[in-house]
């Protein structure tokens, strides 16, 4: 199931959470449902092993998490009382996306990481990586098999959130069978399933809705169909006083279409000043192609922020966009 | 795992299959993911045997599953050619539901139900009904471990499609650990989970996108934020060119807002007359709420049709509900 290197590594955690007595778990910034999840997970096993547990999340906690087991105890500022023996950073092996917390890591008696991002340099006394886990609550739940600790519902609801969130239900590329397999084993422990899934999708802010709508009037597509688009100006969303949060996973409606590969969101940032987000559904590598208006991010997932006017730049975008597709 | 009197039927239903050797698989009207995938799982497994085998369906196949492995020979009309063995009503209990195949009940030689859809009337030689399993595709699975067959990628890619969808990718309460064991199994066949995910959620119509649009526009919410609605008038379909199809679960929007628990959506039938749904989300019985207007369903889905002007229905039923949600 794990290879030389994993097996060690876990071993070594478990030496770590042992002998330590005051913990603190820190996830990432902006998080979100594996990081939260995975990380009061391990806390709350943690409290059943007699430790101190605190929990830190450099942002605040996104109200639709609020549900979570012990979500309520994270603080978003360090708690000087605890002097700490070990520092857990929890879906995160880049320092700085600890924010503030960043500086515990030379504070702290120890350092461990628990993480699936490929990619990183590793820091810390362990730092256990492992990319071919969907989430970072995969690697806890193996982690908690190996602690004197029972996985009760409150713990099982923790594990399940991280794993159905990152693996989009389930649906992405990186749900194995291994993530079927532990989530049959959460669910046997009898949490309420499908409400869990209803608190996670189906109690959105009201003017996210309104701003999907909003947006949706907007939707463009090439004469071939493989190209979508939507966008957003800032009367818009003043209107609607809409923020940050309300506008998330809006790129993904123009994606959705029959036909389409490339989705374009353009956002008005200023007066002609546009983040234009890009994703692509099968094999286009947006990441390329965002590279040339000076953006970058992942093969199916990237952004960049472009000057001009709304209608040029989207026949900028096109005209590339074109050319990539028809060179496939 | 099966009770006593689920195992005699899987047993009496290994022994039908066995002894077949024309047979005919049919789904239900309107045919959806579970139907599908189960009656392709359960045919494509009977020719390894060496059967001959048709696939009916009463309704057409909805473009969505044009991907299933042998989608493309379910025929719409009767087969004259096939002097028929046996007879497999795939996840329908109901004869009407099977609409102009319903007349090979009685041309069929033998008659075996799979089923999982509860309060049904027995019919035919084996009555396998078991509401236990979220999908006609886990009994089909299970089915397909007692006969000498190979679970082929395709196979699994069928089966996988129907618990997917019957199980709204794992969300819902029919979801159990079983659910989950037996996913894990198709996935280690290696089929491409993210590229079958992507085909049956992220190739809509653009038309649905347009509609869902234009019903936001219309979005409403009770003053207490519990109650949600949208409408959508004759005209506003029509400009889109738009067919029952591309309006299917958009009621599920304003049911996804915060706080709402129940989720109205008014759909113009003709001058004056509309087609009310009714969704709740945790806990309301919109089933009595949708008798109160001449309607039925279930507990968390139900719907009628009223005759008036939309303003007017829209309150009474505003004021029905805001009854009801004050007695819980």
């Known amino acids: 199931m794990f290879d030389h290197r994993e097996k060690h590594l876990f071993t070594a955690l ?11 778990l820190c996830g990432h910034v902006m998080p979100d449902g594996d990081c ?7 806390g709350l096993a943690l409290r059943q092993m007699g430790k101190r547990v605190v929990f830190y999340s450099p942002d605040p906690v996104p109200e639709m998490y609020g549900f979570l087991p012990g979500v309520h105890e994270v603080q978003v500022e360090i708690n000087e009382q605890l002097p700490l023996e ?9 320092p700085d996306r600890l924010g503030h917390f960043k500086e515990l890591l030379d504070r702290a008696g120890r350092v461990v990481v628990i993480d699936h991002h490929a990619g990183s340099v590793a820091f810390g006394n362990v730092y256990l990586n492992c990319p071919a886990f969907a989430a970072a609550g995969e690697i806890v739940y193996e982690l908690l098999t190996m602690l004197p600790v029972v996985i009760d519902k409150d713990i099982a609801t923790c594990l399940y959130v991280a794993m159905a969130t990152d693996t989009g239900s389930f649906r992405y590329d990186n749900t194995s069978y291994r993530t079927h397999l532990r989530a ?3 669910l046997k422990l009898g949490f309420p399933v499908a409400r869990i899934n209803k608190l996670l999708y189906e109690e959105k802010p009201l003017i996210s809705l309104q701003v999907l709508g909003a947006a949706l009037q907007t939707l ?9 688009w939507m966008s957003m100006q ?11 949060e309300h506008v998330d996973g809006i790129i993904n409606y123009p994606r959705m279409i029959r036909g389409v590969e490339l989705a374009l ?6 007066d002609e000043k546009y983040k ?4 692509s559904k099968y094999y286009l590598d947006v990441n390329k192609l965002a590279a040339c208006f000076g953006g970058g991010g992942h093969p199916r997932a990237a952004g960049c922020v472009v000057n001009g006017k709304l209608e040029d730049i989207k026949s900028r975008f096109l005209e590339a966009a074109l050319k990539e597709l028809k060179d496939e």
């Open 86 to 94: 070990l520092f857990i950073s929890v879906d995160c092996s880049v």
């Open 184 to 186: 049959a084993e959460l």
């Open 276 to 279: 234009v987000s890009l994703r």
């Open 234 to 244: 800032r009367a818009t969303l003043h209107s609607l006083n809409a923020t940050d």
């Open 36 to 42: 939260l999840g995975a990380m009061l997970a391990l």
């Open 14 to 24: 478990v030496d770590e959470l042992s002998r330590a007595g005051k913990i603190a």
């Open 220 to 228: 463009g597509i090439s004469k071939c169909g493989r190209v979508a």
């Open 265 to 270: 969101f353009f956002r008005e940032l200023e």
